[in-house]
């Protein structure tokens, strides 16, 4: 894809910075991770998967837990893209709300989409 992305948008305005983590993402509450899913999707983009994290109090420290996808030997690409974010889709759903704080995701997603 060319031109200005709305996913990354969309990420940039709603998304927390981990810089105190030393990492450039963003990560976002589990209602935006579904809608920036929803966005890759209609941009026709493909989530390699993606990182899980919780906020407590201000601070935001790792889950150790994270999700991926592969794409299968005769599998088109489209295919592939619209899997996905089907699968991130599921994941992010799924995931258990922690026990204190509140769960965050970021979204890996594959350069050039």
Do not use: K
Request: hydrophobic share 35%; proline share 4%.
């Amino acid at each position: 894809m060319s031109g200005p992305s709305t996913w990354r948008d969309f990420l940039e305005r709603r998304g927390q910075s981990l810089e105190s983590l030393g990492l450039a993402e963003r990560a976002v509450g589990r209602e935006d991770a579904l809608r920036a899913v929803d966005l890759v999707e209609s941009e026709r983009g493909t989530i390699l998967g993606g990182d899980v994290y919780v906020e407590d109090g201000g601070r935001i420290e790792s889950a150790y837990a994270n999700w991926y996808s592969e794409r299968r030997d005769d599998e088109p690409i489209e295919s592939f893209a619209t899997r996905t974010c089907a699968e991130s889709r599921s994941y992010i759903a799924r995931y258990p709300n922690p026990p204190q704080g509140h769960v965050l995701f970021v979204l890996v997603v594959a350069e050039g989409t």
